[in-house]
C-alpha cells in the first residue's frame, strides 16, 4: 500500500491522490493479442479457400477433427479490490490485472469435431510430450474414431492448432 510504504495515513494518501492530484481508482481488465495486419489478411485469405471448398464439398466440415491442448495451471486471482491502482482522469485502463501461477500445471489434450468430442486426455505429470508421446496419442484418437464416428472412419481429415493452415508444408 501507498500509505504505508510513505508512512501515511490512508485518508491523508487518498486525498491527496484524489483531490490534489486527481487521480482515481480503476480495475484493471484482460486485453486480447493484437493480430497484425499481415495475420489478418492471412486468415481471410484462408477462410475464403476453405469457404469455396465447402461450398464445392458439403460434408467437408463432417470429416474435420480439431486438436488442442491446453496447459492447466491453477491460479490465485487478485480480487478486484486487490487489483485496482491509481490513475489520472483519463488515463488508458491497465492491460491486465496479476494473477499468481500455483506449482499445479497438467497439460489436457482434446480432439472435438462438429458433433462434439472425440477423444481427450490428461497428460500425466512429468510425461514430455515428444514425437513419439504424439504418435501414441494419435494412435489412441485413430481408435476412438473407429469406434464413436464409423461414418468418417476411413476418410477424415485432422486439423491441429499447432499447424495453422498457411504455415503448413505438405
Not at 491523508?12 to 493484437?34: D, F, H, Q, S, Y
Not at 491509481?86 to 489436457?108: D, I, Q
Amino acid at each position: 500500500m501507498i500509505a504505508d510504504e510513505v508512512n501515511m495515513k490512508r485518508e491523508a494518501v487518498r486525498w491527496i491522490l484524489t483531490e490534489e492530484l486527481g487521480m482515481r481508482k480503476i480495475c484493471a481488465k484482460m486485453v486480447p493479442r493484437n493480430v497484425t495486419e499481415q495475420e489478418q489478411v492471412a486468415r481471410v485469405s484462408i477462410c475464403a479457400e476453405l469457404l469455396e471448398q465447402v461450398e464445392a464439398d458439403s460434408e467437408l466440415l463432417e470429416q474435420v477433427i480439431t486438436g488442442d491442448e491446453r496447459w492447466f495451471f491453477q491460479y490465485d486471482l487478485e480480487t478486484k479490490r486487490q487489483s485496482l491502482e491509481w490513475c489520472l482522469k483519463g488515463s488508458p485502463r491497465p492491460k491486465k490485472a496479476h494473477m499468481s501461477k500455483s506449482k499445479v500445471k497438467c497439460m489436457h489434450v482434446c480432439f472435438f469435431d462438429s458433433t462434439g468430442i472425440v477423444h481427450k486426455e490428461w497428460v500425466p505429470a512429468g510425461q514430455t510430450v515428444n514425437q513419439y508421446y504424439y504418435k501414441d496419442i494419435l494412435e489412441r484418437l485413430r481408435k476412438r474414431v473407429i469406434q464413436v464416428r464409423r461414418n468418417i472412419a476411413t476418410n477424415w481429415i485432422l486439423h491441429h492448432d499447432n499447424a495453422p493452415a498457411h504455415a503448413a508444408s505438405l
